[in-house]
């Protein structure tokens, strides 16, 4: 039989085993109803809400927007064309929606280029590494150009090609509107024009003639269409309605004074 002072150390144990229960008892109850716990509680079930309607409304976006290119594959077979999706350019379902590729062979007919400066159609290249706001000021300034007349000469005063083209378009034809010249040696971001004109048209040197945005040659390419009387018609091929008149003048005309950009 345990001693008395045995019985005493089992007695004080367990009434401070029921005090301890009692207590955290007493303050998970406190907790559950105290002001915080119930604002965090309310603020997690509505996020909850929330994210459950947003996932709601994505579904039923999701839904809507497969039922739709689902009608238009099923227009665009009706009429015999190929569905493209407006995302991927692909099949119907990962390709550009809305879109249409017409089809001989059952193939995608390739995209055309995009239109660059002076109406010219050509494929889109991609941006510049390297490119800064001085290369951005220049194809500002080179749209500002090509902006004062159908026909620009891009040259340097010191070139002998470039006086040979000069030569060629500016008295020995009579052209309106006259041609205007930008001597690049001469222009305040020259360096840089010549830089942008080397991307766009793939003509790094001087002269460069462009008609309406599209580069027709230097000096000797002016010198061949001269001699093979084939200038007046390139031009106003290239110039369509803004060129009114390309005529040869004869050695006696008075020769034009050219519009000059420097």
Do not use: W
Not at 104 to 129: I, N, S
Not at 155 to 167: G, L, M, N, Q
């Amino acid at each position: 039989m345990p001693s008395q002072r045995r019985m005493r150390l089992y007695v004080l144990l367990l009434a401070l085993a029921i005090i301890i229960t009692l207590y955290m008892t007493r303050s998970s109850s406190q907790t559950r109803t105290s002001p915080f716990y119930v604002k965090t509680q309310e603020a997690l079930q509505a996020a909850e809400y929330v994210e459950a309607s947003k996932q709601r409304d994505a579904e039923k976006v999701g839904s809507r927007l497969k039922a739709a290119a689902d009608d238009a594959r099923k227009a665009a077979e009706e009429k015999g064309k190929k569905f493209v999706d407006s995302v991927t350019g692909g099949d119907a379902d990962k390709a550009p929606r809305g879109r249409y590729a017409n089809s001989k062979d059952g193939k995608q007919q390739p995209l055309e280029g995009v239109a660059v400066v002076g109406g010219r159609t050509q494929d889109k290249k991609p941006a510049k590494e390297n490119e800064t706001e001085d290369y951005h000021e220049a194809e500002v300034e080179l749209n500002t150009i090509l902006k004062k007349s159908p026909i620009i000469i891009f040259s340097k005063t010191y070139c002998p090609h470039s006086r040979k083209a000069k030569h060629i378009l500016l008295q020995t034809y009579d052209i309106d509107p006259a041609p205007y010249v930008v001597e690049l040696d001469e222009h305040p971001i020259g360096l840089k024009l010549q830089e942008v004109l080397a991307d766009t048209t793939g003509r790094r040197t001087v002269p460069n003639v462009m008609v309406l945005g599209q580069s027709i040659g230097g000096g000797d390419q002016m010198q061949e269409l001269d001699e093979t009387d084939t200038m007046a018609e390139t031009i106003k091929k290239l110039g369509d309605t803004r060129i009114t008149r390309v005529t040869r003048r004869s050695q006696q005309s008075e020769m034009p004074r050219a519009r000059r950009r420097v």
